[in-house]
């Protein structure tokens, strides 16, 4: 099930924060994220635990995909990309027509995930990220549409 994060799953996206990212979002951070009206967060949820998550930042009429992340044990079941395309879709509801984010050049399974819900390369950020280095794809979504087919 995919629902807006609460409070309370707060400690479970901090968990894979720390598991899966070099540069982890702390708990304030997320605490103080999840408070501001311009991030939507929303949670993956399995049988009662939080097994991913995803941040969508609204800075005017533009939506930036700040994390997705799904935990190990649960990928390939088509999590991540139900994720990615909830947060275009309540990104939708906010007036967002152009969705951009980075990710990793090496990684292959976002990048597909992306690239299927119409988002294309449009640049290269190099060494965005750091430990290890590497250079990052800038996708985009540009849609005057409104809908997207799940």
Excluded: C
């Excluded at 079941?77 to 509801?93: F, N, P, S, Y």
Aim: proline share 3%; aromatic share 10%.
């Amino acid at each position: 099930m995919i629902r807006r994060m609460r409070e309370a799953d707060i400690p479970g996206a901090a968990r894979l924060e720390k598991l899966y990212f070099s540069m982890p979002w702390s708990l304030k951070q997320l605490t103080e994220s999840l408070a501001n009206p311009s991030y939507l967060f929303l949670v993956a949820e399995e049988e009662g635990g939080i097994v991913g998550y995803g941040g969508l930042l609204r800075i005017l009429d533009e939506g930036d995909v700040t994390n997705i992340v799904i935990e190990e044990a649960h990928r390939g079941k088509g999590l991540g990309r139900k994720l990615a395309a909830a947060l275009v879709e309540e990104g939708h509801k906010w007036g967002i027509r152009e969705f951009t984010l980075e990710v990793r050049v090496s990684n292959l399974s976002a990048i597909r995930i992306y690239e299927s819900l119409g988002f294309t390369k449009e640049g290269l950020r190099r060494k965005f990220y750091e430990k290890p280095t590497e250079d990052a794809w800038i996708m985009w979504k540009r849609d005057g549409s409104g809908s997207l087919f799940l």
